[in-house]
């Protein structure tokens, strides 16, 4: 009868952990979802919705590379902020924040400017000024084609329409101005393009707003454009 007990009790003991709240299975199952409006975690919050453009870490992708020092030395916080707010209309850029028709709060892109930042290197900068990340001048495009001629032709080819055809309508019809002055001064490394420096000779703020005024003429009109 003794050793019956005894047995009964094992077996009572061994089936504990099955069916207690330690149990891998009850617990997955006990453990709250967490809405996407709470996640506060800047890798969780970059991977999830700028990654896939902007590379891992923000060393570009698709397209600039906004955790890299050239362009973290050119782009203030308020910058940052208004892009991942309201995006770039009209182009593949969207808007993030839900006053814009988006998904993240104003505490989730807080937690991005604040993360984007911490990549920032200024003592890379500490002898060297790039150019303005805004255009503060009027340019010349005139001027900007004899500049691509000489520092860019080389590898977008005479006229920009080479492999790396960078004045190619339909690539100009998807990003603005201010991208392809950004694109000039921060360059895309992964895409084999230098920044700003490494021409022929560096490029002055004057260079580079003369340069966007010449790829921006290249642009088709809007009524040319609809009709391909």
């Known amino acids: 009868m003794r050793k019956t007990i005894t047995l009964a009790a094992l077996c009572l003991t061994a089936m504990l952990p099955i069916t207690s709240c330690d149990a891998p299975g ?3 199952v006990e453990t709250a979802a967490i809405r996407p409006a709470d996640i506060s975690d800047f890798h969780l919050l970059y991977s999830q919705n700028c990654s896939g453009c902007h590379g891992a870490s923000g060393q570009g992708a698709l397209t600039v590379g906004i955790g890299r020092p050239v362009y973290l030395a050119i782009a203030d916080d308020a910058t940052i902020r208004k892009t991942i707010e309201q995006g770039r209309p009209g182009t593949p850029m969207p808007a993030f924040a839900q006053k814009s028709g988006g ?6 892109i807080d937690i991005l400017v604040h993360g984007i930042r911490t990549w920032a290197n200024p003592a ?6 790039p150019p303005a990340y805004a255009a503060s001048e009027a340019a010349d495009a005139t001027r900007g084609a004899e ?3 000489v520092s860019c ?3 977008h080819g ?3 329409r080479g492999a790396r055809a960078i004045a190619d309508p339909s690539y100009l019809a998807l990003v603005t101005d ?3 002055r950004t694109v000039i001064i921060v360059g895309m490394p992964n895409f084999g393009m230098p920044d700003w420096r490494s021409h022929s000779k560096p490029l002055t703020d004057t260079d580079v707003g003369d340069l966007v005024a010449w790829l921006a003429a290249q642009r088709e009109p809007l009524s040319a454009q609809l009709k391909h």
């Open 26 to 28: 009850r617990q997955a």
């Open 103 to 108: 998904m993240l709060t104003n505490a989730q």
């Open 124 to 129: 890379a900068f500490a002898k060297t000024d």
């Open 147 to 149: 500049i691509f001629k």
């Open 153 to 155: 032709a080389p590898c």
């Open 158 to 160: 005479p006229e920009g």
């Open 178 to 180: 201010q991208h392809l």
